[in-house]
């Protein structure tokens, strides 16, 4: 079936800092990937997503690459700030009608000043 | 903005009780969605439904069922609650049928059940 496994936390990065919170899926088909971000006490939104292999998903700094060949989909930001500490997601969904996400175990991010 | 609202932040139960977790949505969504999150295993699919009257099971459905009576609205019901089911637990809608499709999250109900 379709997994999500993402890099164990939590990060604790320094502000400037790059960041890099690893994802790869197991899936078949052609699936959409997504990144969902969890502030304190909120519930998830969206913050990007790539829907075919190659495509660059990119927003508030962030970006992730859909790497067909790895089956990857990383977050990168080049330059973190004390506002991006939350809880990071990353999701796969392939299924046909309402979307069923599958959602990796999350990795919570610390940004200290 | 999509206003995904979960009736209660903060729920206490007892084992054995039947619990209502409510969830509304104001932007006429067909889908709407039921998660459990728990730590380190990220979200998991309890239910959903894509029209009213219509519901599927996820991939946890034990011990679950669930109510859509009015498109904008979505229940969980735990028959019986356990200690077992104590988790924070998200409601989500969205529209269309493409799987590129966001989804809205309420902002959760923690449910402790003693």
């Known amino acids: 079936g379709n997994s999500v496994t993402q890099m164990e936390g939590p990060v604790t990065l320094s502000e400037e800092a790059f960041l890099t919170i690893n994802c790869t899926y197991t899936a078949t088909g052609y699936p959409s990937l997504f990144w969902y971000v969890q502030y304190p006490g909120e519930g998830l939104q969206l913050l990007l997503k790539?829907?075919?292999?190659?495509d660059k998903g990119s927003n508030k700094g962030f970006e992730a690459t859909y790497r067909k060949e790895t089956t990857s989909f990383h977050l990168e930001k080049g330059s973190v700030q004390v506002s991006d500490s939350a809880v990071y997601f990353c999701?796969?969904?392939?299924?046909?009608?309402?979307?069923?996400?599958?959602f990796g175990q999350g990795t919570r991010l610390t940004i200290n000043p | 903005d999509v206003k995904v609202t979960q009736s209660s932040r903060y729920l206490v139960k007892r084992t054995g009780e039947k619990v209502f977790l409510e969830c509304v949505q104001d932007?006429?969504?067909?889908?709407m969605f039921w998660y459990r999150q728990d730590p380190g295993l990220g979200l998991r699919l309890i239910y959903f439904s894509y029209d009213v009257k219509m519901k599927e099971k996820g991939d946890i459905p034990e011990g679950y069922s669930v109510s859509r009576e009015k498109k904008e609205r979505f229940s969980l019901i735990l028959e019986s609650a356990s200690t077992n089911q104590t988790s924070m637990y998200l409601c989500?809608?969205?529209?269309?049928?493409?799987?590129?499709?966001?989804?809205?999250f309420g902002s959760g109900t923690q449910l402790s059940v003693l």
């Open positions: 790539a829907t075919k292999a190659d």
């Open positions: 932007m006429d969504h067909e889908n």
């Open positions: 999701a796969l969904s392939s299924g046909q009608g309402a979307q069923k996400l599958v």
């Open positions: 989500a809608s969205s529209s269309g049928t493409g799987v590129w499709e966001k989804l809205f």
